[in-house]
């Protein structure tokens, strides 16, 4: 599979469980902003070892939003 595909993916799984915790605390308050940008350093560290270029970051922070959104609904009907 292409390293893009692999971090895309890794984007995208690793903000789940953050925006499902992100959506059940008070918005704007700590927990809240560390569910959000406690994932990047995962995403930056995997973008880094496969030297993928910088210009692949926009598809990330995407992935990395839909994530977050994705999470945020689970367990909502």
């Known amino acids: ?3 893009l ?3 895309l993916l890794l984007a995208f799984t690793v ?3 953050f925006g499902y915790f992100r959506n059940r605390v008070k918005k704007y308050s700590l927990k809240w902003f560390m569910y959000i940008h406690i994932p990047i350093p995962f995403v930056v560290v995997a973008r880094l070892m496969s030297h993928l270029d910088f210009r692949f970051i926009p598809l990330f922070i995407l992935a990395s939003i839909a994530g977050q959104l994705c999470g945020g609904r689970i367990g909502f009907n």
């Open 1 to 3: 599979m292409h390293p």
């Open 15 to 17: 903000n789940l469980p």
């Open 5 to 7: 595909l692999i971090i």
